[in-house]
C-alpha cells in the first residue's frame, strides 16, 4: 500500500512536484475561512500558499466545513496538505499546498470556529459557503428572516446552523476585548457579494442586538469580490491519477484549469496579504468584473449545463463538442455582451472562454453546474435578458437559455434517461411533472416560482418563454439550438 501524503512526505516527492518552501510549524493564522470545498483549496489557498512562500507568514488558514467532516477526514491524516493539479488539456503540474493550518467541522464543536474567528490574529475571514448558504433575497439583499436556519439560531445560539450566527457572535467578542474589527471578504458568485453579506449580517445582528448591527455597519468591511477559475469536484480518478504523479495517496487532491482571476474591492479593515504579487486585482469598483464573469462565463455555464442535463451528454466539454451548442453559445455571448460595462474587454474574455470550455482535461459535470440552478438562474441569465428586453436589443438567446433551464428540470432526459435535480429550492415548491402537462401549463407553473422570477413577469414575456420551451418540447434541444442559430 501507497504511503499517504503529509509533512514527513514532503522531502520524498518526485522533483517536478512543488512544494510548500516554508516552515509550516512557523505560520500563524491570518485567515478563518468557510466552506472548504474544491474551489477554496483551487483558488483562494493558493494565494495564500504563494504568500507564504514569499514570506508572509501571517496569513496561515483556519478553514472550517459547516456542514460535514469529509474535508477534515481526509485532510487531517495528512497534515492539511493536499494536491492542486492543473490540467490546461495538454498535461498537468502538481504543487503540493501548505496554507490550510487545520480543519474545523463546525456543527461538531461551535466552540472551535468561534475561538478562531475571534482569535485577534485572525484580520480576514473568506466564504465560498455557495448561493444557498447566504440565506439572502438576492434582488434586495435583505436577510430571509423566516428561513428555518435563521429561526433556528435566533433561538439555539449556542448550535449555529448559518454563517451569519458565527459571524456575529465573534464580532461581538472581538469588539468587547478590543481585537482589530474583521474583512469579510465573499468569494460566492453572488451579485455585489460584499454587499449583500454585509446587509444581511447586519440584519441578523439587529434582530439580536442593534448596537451589535451598528457596529458591524460602522466597522466590519466587505468588500466585493469576483473569483474565477473552473475547479470541478474532485473524482477518484483524478485521485488515482495524483497518487501515481506523487508516490503517495491524497484523500482529497483539486484539480483546476490554469486561468485564474481574483478581483477586490480595495476596502479593508485592517492589514491583507499581498495578493497582488500573485495577479490578484484590487479595484474601486468590482461590478463591472463581477457581470462580466456572471453573465458570459456563469450564465453559458448553466446553459450548457441546462443542454447537457436534457441531451444526456455529461461533461461541459462533450456538450461545447457539439457544433450547434458552440454556435448557440456564442450567438448568446454576442447578444450579452452588450450588456456588459464598457471597463471590461467582454469580447477578450471570450476568446479565453472558448478554449476553457473546450478543455477536455477537466472532465467538468453537467449536473454539478445544474445543481442550485434556481440560485444561479437569476443573476446568470435572467439580469441581462431583462436589461436586454428594456433597452429593446435582440435576447432570443438568453430567452432560450431560460427555456433550456426549465426543460432540464424534467425527471427524465431526452434519452429517456432519469434526471437528478440537486436544488433545495424544489423542495418547498411543487414542480411539475413536464410531461404531463401542456407546455403552456408549465411555463406558468415555473413563472410562478418566486424565487426565481420574483413578481410575475408580463405577458410577452411570458408568451417568448412558452414558444421558447415548446420549440424544444417539440423538436428537441440541439435541434432548436440549430433552428436559432441559422435564423
Ligand atoms: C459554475 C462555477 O458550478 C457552477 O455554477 O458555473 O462554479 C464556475 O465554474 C466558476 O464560477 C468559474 O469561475
Not at 467532516?69 to 503540493?96: F, I, K, S
Amino acid at each position: 500500500m501507497t504511503d499517504r501524503l503529509n509533512d514527513a512526505a514532503l522531502t520524498r516527492l518526485p522533483d517536478g512536484v512543488a512544494r510548500p518552501q516554508y516552515d509550516r510549524r512557523a505560520v500563524t493564522p491570518g485567515i478563518v475561512h468557510l466552506g472548504v470545498g474544491a474551489f477554496h483549496r483551487g483558488h483562494q489557498a493558493v494565494f495564500i500558499d504563494d504568500c507564504l512562500n514569499r514570506g508572509e507568514t501571517g496569513w496561515g488558514i483556519i478553514a472550517a466545513s459547516l456542514r460535514s467532516a469529509t474535508t477534515r477526514d481526509a485532510l487531517a491524516p495528512q497534515d492539511t496538505l493536499y494536491t492542486y493539479c492543473e490540467r490546461d488539456g495538454q498535461g498537468e503540474t502538481l504543487r503540493v499546498v501548505g496554507s490550510i493550518l487545520e480543519v474545523l467541522v463546525a456543527p461538531e464543536d461551535p466552540a472551535a470556529l468561534l475561538a478562531a474567528l475571534a482569535d485577534p490574529r485572525v484580520k480576514i475571514v473568506t466564504l465560498t459557503v455557495t448561493e444557498k448558504g447566504y440565506l439572502a433575497d438576492l434582488s434586495t439583499g435583505r436577510l430571509l428572516t423566516d428561513h428555518p436556519d435563521i429561526v433556528h439560531d435566533l433561538a439555539h445560539p449556542e448550535a449555529p446552523r448559518s454563517i451569519y450566527c458565527y459571524l456575529t457572535e465573534a464580532i461581538r467578542q472581538r469588539h468587547e476585548a478590543g481585537a482589530p474589527p474583521l474583512t469579510l471578504l465573499s468569494c460566492d458568485n453572488l451579485p455585489s457579494n460584499g454587499r449583500i453579506l454585509h446587509g444581511a449580517l447586519a440584519d441578523f445582528a439587529a434582530l439580536r442586538d442593534p448596537a451589535l448591527a451598528d457596529h458591524i455597519r460602522d466597522a466590519i468591511r466587505c468588500p466585493c469580490v469576483m473569483v474565477d477559475r473552473i475547479v470541478p469536484a474532485t473524482t477518484d480518478a483524478d485521485r488515482d491519477g495524483v497518487a501515481a504523479g506523487l508516490g503517495v495517496t491524497d484523500a482529497w487532491p483539486v484539480v483546476a484549469e490554469p486561468y485564474f482571476r481574483w478581483v477586490i474591492e480595495d476596502d479593508f479593515a485592517g492589514p491583507r496579504p499581498a495578493l497582488e504579487q500573485s495577479g490578484a486585482e484590487f479595484v474601486t469598483d468590482v461590478e463591472p468584473f463581477e457581470h462580466m464573469k456572471l453573465r458570459m462565463l456563469n450564465g453559458a455555464h448553466t446553459a450548457i449545463a441546462a443542454i447537457g442535463q436534457s441531451a444526456g451528454l455529461p461533461t461541459v466539454d462533450a456538450v461545447y463538442a457539439v457544433p450547434e451548442v458552440r454556435d448557440f453559445i456564442d450567438l448568446y455571448w454576442r447578444q450579452v455582451g452588450p450588456t456588459l460595462r464598457a471597463e471590461v474587454d467582454g469580447a477578450a474574455y471570450v476568446v479565453g472562454l472558448r478554449q476553457r470550455f473546450a478543455n477536455p482535461s477537466l472532465k467538468h459535470k453537467a449536473e454539478q453546474i445544474a445543481s442550485d440552478a434556481s440560485q444561479k438562474v437569476p443573476q446568470r441569465i435572467l439580469a441581462p435578458l431583462c436589461e436586454l428586453r428594456a433597452a429593446g436589443q435582440p435576447h432570443g438567446a438568453p430567452m432560450l437559455a431560460l427555456a433550456l433551464w426549465l426543460r432540464s428540470c424534467a425527471a427524465t432526459n431526452e434519452k429517456g434517461q432519469g434526471v437528478a435535480i440537486h436544488d433545495p429550492a424544489f423542495h418547498d415548491w411543487d414542480a411539475p411533472d413536464q410531461d404531463a402537462l401542456p407546455p403552456e401549463d408549465v411555463v406558468r407553473r415555473f413563472l410562478g416560482f418566486a424565487r426565481v422570477f420574483g413578481t410575475t413577469p408580463d405577458q410577452t414575456f411570458a408568451a417568448d418563454l412558452t414558444a421558447a420551451y415548446t420549440d424544444i418540447r417539440t423538436h428537441g434541444v440541439l435541434a432548436c439550438l440549430r433552428r436559432m442559430t441559422k435564423e
